[in-house]
């Protein structure tokens, strides 16, 4: 049994030797003891996580290709402003709070945040995204207080908000919220909520973007005191630098399909 066994051994060490480059089956941690070293070039190696045929894989291949294609030819990103991919699960902690990297540091005088949440919890102070501070200082926020959805814009002269009540558990939604030019307006699901008076710009705005937890009573820079944690899901955050209107972020995002908001 030894024999045929070693020769099986052998000959595997000696095939992917060749394929793959030098032979490290006995290798030490600091890379002594490589054997059967290959002279050319290896341009690509994938692994599957499935078996397949050549022509499968070729198939698989092709699709790839064309997918990265399109991603490549969607590449001017020049009105994302900030950018936070993914599903974040958070669970009724200030801990599960998400501080967006870049987020202290958007001098916009016009912009469009865009988020997608499913709450678990609608009862209380749920805060989904701040930028905001203690005091006045062009902060904003959106938080969901009592089944209400409570959009907050400030100025130096006070804040204006926008509310729509009926917010429900485990249900999608797609909130939009755009300022500049004197106003902000808001749109949930695709439907406008309201347009408010309000000379906000993130100019001097350098409060941390926060997913999660409302930051109203921080000080300003710093997330030192943090209220309402948030309990559901976030599913993306997007801040552009352009007021837009919902039909326009749709556009945009259809034509910049690497952003998933």
Do not use: C
């Amino acid at each position: 049994v030894y024999y045929p066994i070693s020769a099986v051994l052998w000959a595997w060490h000696r095939v992917f030797g060749a394929i793959l480059g030098a032979d490290n089956g006995s290798t030490e941690i600091d890379g002594s003891r490589l054997r059967s070293f290959f002279s050319g070039t290896i341009s690509d190696v994938r692994i599957y996580d499935e078996g397949m045929t050549h022509g499968e894989v070729s198939a698989y291949n092709a699709v790839r290709e064309a997918d990265i294609a399109m991603l490549r030819s969607a590449g001017d990103l020049s009105k994302v402003e900030l950018y936070q991919g993914g599903i974040r699960t958070f669970a009724n902690k200030t801990s599960d709070r998400v501080v967006v990297e870049g987020g202290d540091d958007m001098p916009l005088t016009e912009g469009t945040v865009v988020l997608n949440f499913n709450p678990d919890i609608t009862y209380g102070g749920r805060g989904l995204v701040a930028k905001d501070s203690a005091g006045l200082g062009n902060g904003f926020y959106a938080a969901i207080s009592g089944g209400t959805l409570k959009i907050v814009f400030e100025d130096d002269n006070g804040t204006q908000s926008i509310s729509h009540s009926g917010i429900e558990r485990y249900t999608d939604y797609h909130l939009i919220t755009s300022f500049g030019d004197g106003k902000a307006s808001a749109w949930l699901n695709g439907e406008l909520l309201g347009t408010v008076a309000t000379d906000m710009d993130w100019t001097d705005n350098h409060d941390q973007i926060v997913l999660g937890a409302t930051t109203a009573q921080s000080a300003p820079g710093s997330v030192s005191n943090l209220k309402s944690p948030y309990d559901g899901t976030i599913n993306g955050l997007l801040v552009l630098n352009e007021s837009m209107t919902p039909a326009e972020v749709a556009a945009y995002l259809d034509a910049h399909p690497t952003l998933i908001v």
